[in-house]
Structure formats: structure tokens, C-alpha cells
């Protein structure tokens, strides 16, 4: 049973402060990676993608990914109460390059 | 650009009715497709992808079944609901293996 783990919310920050949400997956064949945001009630929207290990920004995000540990992460800078949703973590499956399995998520919310 | 449509946007059936759920993308050539669904509060579960016409992968063992008679439809159905199949059900493609999913916006079920 391939899984995705997500650190538990809700995680709360303050307006402006930087957000860190962190995600760990089992399988070692994973080689695409991707943060989808998901508000109340809507349907996931893409916020990075990240394929190489290190880090890859864009704008206020950046995603980190290490193979070696099995770990990926998003970082949001300067967190608006707009960042207020759920992030789920979603790397695809070794064996079958086209399937993506996603986390459980983190709530994430800001406060103004 | 691509675009991607599901309907209906919500529908509430008795137990033990059929269901039918459909799905098309525009503005592309033999994308992946995918069945998701979201119960309340908890993640995606992945039901059924399709790499091509007629090609379908199960994903979970239950009383839902999917169809793609199409290059760009996808059709998700059940001859007879239960009330544990109530959910968000995503309808999403991508342009092939390891790329994007990208979420139609979704469709809610409840059965009663």
C-alpha cells in the first residue's frame, strides 16, 4: 500500500509569517511531485510541481524535495488570509507514471 | 487552451437508484482521465483512470463503474447507489504520463 502522509492541522500562522507544510510518501519509484490548494467546497487547483531533488520557487512558494528521505515540502512566504485552504501533497506512482496519489492535506489557516 | 467539463454540478438519489456522471475535456488529443472522490473531510480516493478509448483501470472494488466511449468523455456510473458512495466526485486529466492533473469542478452526491 503505497502512502502519503501530511502533517496533521489545522496549522495556524499569523499574517506575513512563513507557512511550512511538509509531506513524506513511500514509494521510492516516485518521480513527479505536486501541491494542489484546495478551498471549502471547490475542486483542487495546482500550485507547484517539482521533479528534481533541491528546491524550485514561484513567487511566494517553494517547493523542496529530497528523494533520499522521501520528502517533499511547500513553503509559503509572506502568508496571506487568501493562502486559507487545504494543500494536499501529491506524488505520482512509480509503477504507473500516470496515476497520482494525493495526502490527506493540511488545513491550512492564516490570521489577519 | 483545455478546458474541462462535468455535470451535474449536484444531485441527490435515493438508494438503490442509478447514477451517471459525466465528464469531457476540450482543447486536447487523448488525455489521461480520471474518477475521484472526496467523503467529507477526508482525501481523494482515486477510482478509475483511462490512458485511452475503452481502456480503464479499477481502482478500488465497489459498485461504481466508468466508461470512455469517447477520446474525451468520460463517464462514471452505478446501476444501483448506496449511501456510502455520497461524496465530491472530481472528474480530472492530464496531458499524459507524469504531467499535471488538472480538476474539473466537481460534482456532489448525496445519497439518501
Known amino acids: 500500500q503505497k502512502e502519503v502522509e501530511q502533517n496533521s492541522g489545522p496549522l495556524s500562522v499569523p499574517e506575513g509569517a512563513i507557512a511550512s507544510l511538509n509531506c513524506t510518501y513511500s514509494?521510492?519509484?516516485?518521480?513527479?511531485f505536486f501541491w494542489y490548494r484546495q478551498y471549502s467546497g471547490k475542486s483542487p487547483e495546482l500550485i507547484m510541481s517539482i521533479y528534481s531533488n533541491g528546491d524550485k520557487e514561484d513567487g511566494r512558494f517553494t517547493a523542496q524535495l529530497n528523494k533520499a528521505s522521501q520528502y517533499v515540502s511547500l513553503l509559503i512566504r509572506d502568508s496571506q488570509p487568501s493562502d486559507s485552504a487545504t494543500y494536499l501533497c501529491a506524488p505520482s506512482e512509480g509503477t504507473s507514471y500516470d496515476k497520482v496519489i494525493f495526502g490527506p492535506g493540511t488545513s491550512l489557516s492564516v490570521i489577519p | 487552451s483545455q478546458t474541462i467539463h462535468q455535470w451535474p454540478a449536484t444531485l441527490v438519489q435515493p438508494v438503490g437508484s442509478p447514477l451517471s456522471l459525466e465528464c469531457t475535456v476540450e482543447g486536447t488529443s487523448n488525455p489521461n482521465l480520471y474518477w475521484y472522490r472526496q467523503a467529507a473531510g477526508r482525501g481523494l480516493q482515486l477510482l478509475f483512470y483511462s490512458v485511452g478509448i475503452g481502456q480503464i483501470s479499477s481502482e478500488v472494488p465497489q459498485n461504481l463503474s466508468a466508461s470512455r466511449p469517447q477520446d474525451r468523455q468520460f463517464i462514471l456510473s452505478s446501476k444501483k447507489l448506496l449511501l456510502s458512495d455520497s461524496g465530491f466526485y472530481l472528474c480530472?486529466?492530464?496531458?499524459?504520463?507524469?504531467?499535471?492533473?488538472?480538476f474539473g469542478e466537481g460534482s456532489w452526491l448525496t445519497v439518501v
Open positions: 480530472a486529466w492530464s496531458p499524459g504520463t507524469g504531467n499535471t492533473i488538472y
Open positions: 514509494d521510492r519509484g516516485s518521480q513527479s
